[in-house]
């Protein structure tokens, strides 16, 4: 958090009408005012200052957006690829004429500056006093700062703007497109409040967006980046998730899997409030055992949430049935999501409000106990040019504690037999650990299930046979007869009895 100076006027805040912007600035900005909206060309300015100027119609305010470089069809256009209707917006067009282009109506003997912008100046101000409006866009500042011609000209017009506003108790959002040579600190310094938009293009993938609020006189804001996005429908903020401001909620029974072969490793099942670690090679299980959690707990009347990052949705559902679970049934009664996720197409930001959004309910709705990220290997490897991914997930597992809720994370080491290396260290943040490894037995391929990690109680330390098979899982009795666990490759010396039996033995 950041704070500047005392609370607003009379607590009452303007809100500006874009989902999370407003949370993010703690109810919306102070009224009577002046904001700078700062952002190269296509970061977003202009859908923002036309989502805050519609808010002000629905509220039944008076608003006026002065555009200096856009018609007004440019911006019906804008209006209308998003749904909206300007109807109730006054829009002023004080830009060049075609006739002013012919050669017998440029200046000879006069700088244009001194006469455009005084003409200008008083076309804004004339609108001002017969409109009396409450919100004021003006888009953008690089035609005034083209006019002046010089740095002081141009703060002192900036200045005798922002002091006639005040005057007549608007709230101004001031668009600046920087396309100055340099950054202009002079304008942020004279603005109330100072909200950043930036669009950053990866290597692959589409183009990310965040802003951050530089400036904000006089009232608590959250600080650091917030990705959003422009949808049809404006601009979706996405607030940077914080578990300090999200209070701890008490523990409930542990979560069953509805084996109890599996419950009995983990000392009775998962507390809530803990995140669990399921980590081995590829096609050992980790997936498979990630969504019994999830369907025991959908089946007990409790909501989970899975994230695909690595199948289908289709995939993961046919999989699941031929494992004998069908997840249609929880799925129609709504206690069972299964979400597939596009890394390519989504920031870190915009899935953490994801799985925020379903822990804590829609609609009046219960929010989910249960959260499956399948795997950390698709969330990391689809944005490796995104920075501090692991403090973001640090982050991400504090929330979901702090809510009580339980989180699988499936993490598929390199490699299937032998030393192998896990891409990302998330162990140290888990409260458990499962552990999964094939081993070699009597010229079969067998897979073996392990925990070796649990913060909150005792556990088993014993290594059980883990079979899959269209009856589900299935996991036999302790085998003492191992050596090589801890190296990746598990040799397996006992007597035959030992070993769960199959249909082809």
Same mark, same amino acid.
């Given at each position: 958090?950041?704070?500047?100076?005392?609370?607003?006027?009379?607590?009452?805040?303007?809100?500006?009408?874009?989902?999370?912007?407003?949370?993010?600035?703690?109810?919306?900005?102070?009224?009577?005012?002046?904001?700078?909206?700062?952002?190269?060309?296509?970061?977003?300015?202009?859908?923002?200052?036309?989502?805050?100027?519609?808010?002000?119609?629905?509220?039944?305010?008076?608003?006026?957006?002065?555009?200096?470089?856009?018609?007004?069809?440019?911006?019906?256009?804008?209006?209308?690829?998003?749904?909206?209707?300007?109807?109730?917006?006054?829009?002023?067009?004080?830009?060049?004429?075609?006739?002013?282009?012919?050669?017998?109506?440029?200046?000879?003997?006069?700088?244009?500056?001194?006469?455009?912008?005084?003409?200008?100046?008083?076309?804004?101000?004339?609108?001002?006093?017969?409109?009396?409006?409450?919100?004021?866009?003006?888009?953008?500042?690089?035609?005034?700062?083209?006019?002046?011609?010089?740095?002081?000209?141009?703060?002192?017009? &900036?200045? #005798? @703007?922002?002091?006639?506003? $005040?005057?007549?108790?608007?709230? *101004? !959002? =001031?668009?600046?497109?920087?396309? +100055?040579?340099?950054?202009?600190?002079?304008?942020?310094?004279?603005?109330?409040?100072?909200?950043?938009?930036?669009?950053?293009?990866?290597?692959?993938?589409?183009?990310?967006?965040?802003?951050?609020?530089?400036?904000?006189?006089?009232?608590?804001?959250?600080?650091?980046?917030?990705?959003?996005?422009?949808?049809?429908?404006?601009?979706?903020?996405?607030?940077?998730?914080?578990?300090?401001?999200?209070?701890?909620?008490?523990?409930?029974?542990?979560?069953?899997?509805?084996?109890?072969? &599996?419950? #009995? @490793?983990?000392?009775?099942? $998962?507390?809530?409030?803990?995140? *669990? !670690? =399921?980590?081995?090679?590829?096609? +050992?299980?980790?997936?498979?055992?990630?969504?019994?959690?999830?369907?025991?707990?959908?089946?007990?009347?409790?909501?989970?949430?899975?994230?695909?990052?690595?199948?289908?949705?289709?995939?993961?559902?046919?999989?699941?049935?031929?494992?004998?679970?069908?997840?249609?049934?929880?799925?129609?009664?709504?206690?069972?999501?299964?979400?597939?996720?596009?890394?390519?197409?989504?920031?870190?930001?915009?899935?953490?409000?994801?799985?925020?959004?379903?822990?804590?309910?829609?609609?009046?709705?219960?929010? #989910?106990?249960?959260?499956?990220?399948?795997?950390?290997?698709?969330?990391?490897?689809?944005?490796?040019?995104?920075?501090?991914?692991?403090?973001?997930?640090?982050?991400?597992?504090?929330?979901?504690?702090?809510?009580?809720?339980?989180?699988?994370?499936?993490?598929?080491?390199?490699?299937?037999?032998?030393?192998?290396?896990?891409?990302?260290?998330?162990?140290?943040?888990?409260?458990?650990?499962?552990?999964?490894?094939?081993?070699?037995?009597?010229?079969?391929?067998?897979?073996?299930?392990?925990?070796?990690?649990?913060?909150?109680?005792?556990?088993?330390?014993?290594?059980?046979?883990?079979?899959?098979?269209?009856?589900?899982?299935?996991?036999?009795?302790?085998?003492?007869?191992?050596?090589?666990?801890?190296?990746?490759?598990?040799?397996?010396?006992?007597?035959?009895?030992?070993?769960?039996?199959?249909?082809?033995?």
């Amino acid at each position: 958090m950041s704070v500047e100076q005392a609370a607003p006027e009379n607590g009452r805040l303007v809100a500006t009408g874009v989902e999370g912007l407003d949370e993010i600035l703690g109810g919306g900005l102070t009224p009577n005012r002046v904001y700078l909206l700062e952002g190269n060309p296509g970061s977003g300015k202009t859908t923002l200052a036309i989502q805050c100027l519609l808010d002000g119609v629905r509220r039944g305010e008076s608003v006026l957006y002065v555009t200096l470089s856009e018609t007004k069809a440019e911006l019906t256009a804008v209006a209308k690829s998003h749904g909206w209707s300007l109807d109730g917006v006054h829009i002023v067009e004080l830009i060049a004429e075609e006739a002013d282009l012919e050669p017998d109506n440029q200046y000879a003997m006069f700088e244009p500056s001194e006469i455009e912008q005084g003409a200008m100046a008083r076309a804004i101000l004339s609108e001002v006093e017969n409109r009396k409006p409450s919100r004021v866009v003006i888009d953008s500042l690089s035609e005034i700062r083209l006019l002046a011609q010089s740095s002081l000209r141009y703060r002192r017009q &900036v200045l #005798a @703007l922002k002091q006639f506003f $005040i005057g007549r108790r608007c709230t *101004v !959002l =001031l668009l600046d497109d920087k396309t +100055s040579e340099v950054q202009d600190l002079q304008l942020q310094s004279i603005a109330h409040g100072v909200v950043s938009l930036e669009q950053l293009s990866p290597q692959y993938g589409a183009e990310r967006r965040r802003l951050r609020i530089a400036k904000l006189r006089g009232q608590l804001y959250q600080g650091g980046y917030h990705d959003f996005t422009i949808r049809p429908g404006g601009l979706a903020v996405y607030p940077r998730l914080v578990a300090a401001n999200h209070g701890a909620e008490d523990s409930v029974e542990p979560l069953k899997s509805g084996i109890d072969e &599996v419950d #009995a @490793l983990l000392g009775g099942g $998962i507390e809530f409030g803990t995140s *669990v !670690l =399921l980590v081995g090679p590829a096609g +050992s299980g980790k997936s498979t055992l990630s969504t019994q959690f999830a369907k025991s707990a959908a089946e007990a009347g409790m909501r989970a949430a899975v994230f695909a990052f690595d199948e289908r949705r289709q995939t993961l559902l046919k999989r699941s049935k031929a494992l004998g679970m069908d997840l249609s049934g929880v799925i129609e009664e709504g206690t069972l999501t299964v979400t597939q996720v596009d890394p390519a197409e989504l920031s870190p930001g915009e899935f953490a409000h994801q799985v925020r959004r379903a822990v804590e309910g829609e609609a009046g709705e219960p929010g #989910a106990k249960v959260v499956v990220i399948d795997s950390l290997n698709g969330y990391m490897n689809a944005m490796p040019e995104e920075q501090f991914l692991t403090a973001q997930l640090h982050e991400l597992l504090t929330y979901l504690g702090n809510k009580g809720v339980v989180t699988f994370l499936v993490v598929a080491q390199y490699g299937l037999v032998g030393d192998m290396q896990t891409p990302v260290d998330t162990s140290y943040v888990a409260d458990a650990v499962i552990l999964f490894r094939f081993f070699e037995a009597k010229g079969h391929v067998r897979q073996a299930i392990s925990v070796i990690k649990k913060r909150i109680g005792e556990h088993e330390r014993t290594i059980r046979e883990l079979r899959l098979s269209h009856r589900g899982i299935e996991v036999g009795g302790p085998l003492e007869q191992f050596q090589g666990i801890l190296t990746g490759t598990p040799r397996f010396s006992g007597p035959n009895d030992s070993l769960m039996r199959r249909g082809d033995d």
